[in-house]
């Protein structure tokens, strides 16, 4: 195989899917594996430059393949590997203020760049700047159940963060309109951004609006059946009143019938706080797949050390 398209055995995901969602380096040593032979070596240079634009990225991953060659004595460095990793020491001049873009090579048909920081866990008081493990629990639960659905329909996001899980929905075959709120003005501005940057992908499908669970009106489409989305809102037991009352007010809408929600359970008595106010509140939960580590996506790699992630359908 070529152009970075060795699989990892077990996942099947290649590495220009590991390299381009700027995966841990630490986690990357059975994709490294597939390249150490000599003669393999200036491909898996290629793949790594040409799957992300984050030098610094490129350059740790580098620093660990060559650090794996050289502990094995029946291995010979390839003086590409060498001259590529030699060629970072040289800062590029707007590496500094060049926004992080993560490359997320999902399927043949479907790809998404976002702008995010996926180390940072919460900046200016938000999490909404990296993408979560539940919105790619999420997205690979659309993506795997498309082909179920028949008939056309629409999604609104709510807590949307970086926009992955509906930049996602909106390249399903049966999609026709996308919706992605949040109730933070600077990740709504980052999600106007994050549709500009994939808008030869995604087409006028998208918007996005600022909406803030129980304060603002819920999103009401016209001549078409819609399924609310969200992924890792359900981390703060004191949230749960306004976002079970603003998924219930989508819900009582003609055009929404129910509600996709994905939860990274990192406490069983939060996760049950949120099954509770959803009782309370008679919104019916069904759980449809949990996501457990080791996580065997085909369109995402999910960090091993994640929780449990349950992939719920709400509907009145
Ligand atoms: C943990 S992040 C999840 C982001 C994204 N869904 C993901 O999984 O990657 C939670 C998101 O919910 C938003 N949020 C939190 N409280 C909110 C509220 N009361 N109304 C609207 N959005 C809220 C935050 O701004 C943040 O983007």
Redesign the pocket.
């Known amino acids: 195989m070529t152009d970075g398209s060795t699989a990892r055995e077990s996942s099947g995901l290649l590495l220009k899917q590991v390299i381009g969602q700027q995966v841990l380096p630490k986690y990357l040593k059975p994709w490294f594996e597939a390249y150490t032979q000599y003669e393999r070596q200036p491909e898996f240079v290629n793949t790594v430059e040409s799957s992300t634009e984050n030098r610094e990225y490129q350059k740790s991953v580098l620093k660990l393949f060559i650090r794996n060659i050289e502990s094995d004595h029946t291995k010979e460095l390839h003086e590409d590997v060498f001259e590529a990793y030699a060629s970072y020491m040289i800062p590029s001049l707007d590496e500094t203020e060049r926004k992080n873009i993560v490359n997320y090579a999902i399927s043949p048909a479907i790809a998404v760049r976002l702008y995010e920081e996926p180390n940072v866990i919460a900046r200016e008081g938000?999490?909404?700047h990296?993408?979560?493990e539940?919105?790619l629990a999420l997205a690979d639960y659309l993506v795997d159940t498309s082909s179920f659905q028949t008939t056309p329909r629409s999604f609104v996001e709510?807590?949307?963060?970086?926009g992955?899980?509906g930049l996602v929905a909106c390249q399903l075959p049966y999609t026709e309109q996308v919706v992605l709120?949040?109730?933070?003005t600077t990740?709504v501005d980052n999600l106007e951004e994050n549709m500009r940057l994939n808008s030869g992908t995604i087409g006028s499908k998208v918007c996005s609006q600022k909406?803030?669970?129980n304060k603002d009106p819920p999103v009401s489409l016209v001549n078409t059946e819609a399924t609310i989305i969200?992924?890792?809102?359900t981390?703060d037991s004191d949230?749960f009143p306004?976002?079970v009352q603003c998924i219930k007010q989508h819900l009582a809408l003609p055009s929404t019938d129910n509600a996709l929600v994905s939860a990274t359970i990192r406490s069983p008595e939060t996760y049950q706080a949120f099954l509770d106010e959803c009782a309370t509140n008679s919104v019916k939960v069904h759980v449809l797949k949990t996501y457990t580590s080791p996580f065997a996506s085909r369109h995402f790699f999910i960090s091993p050390e994640s929780p449990d992630i349950a992939v719920l359908r709400l509907e009145l």
């Open positions: 938000g999490t909404g990296r993408t979560w539940a919105a709510l807590g949307a963060g970086t992955l899980v709120t949040d109730g933070d990740v909406l803030w669970w969200a992924a890792d809102v981390y949230l306004a976002l």
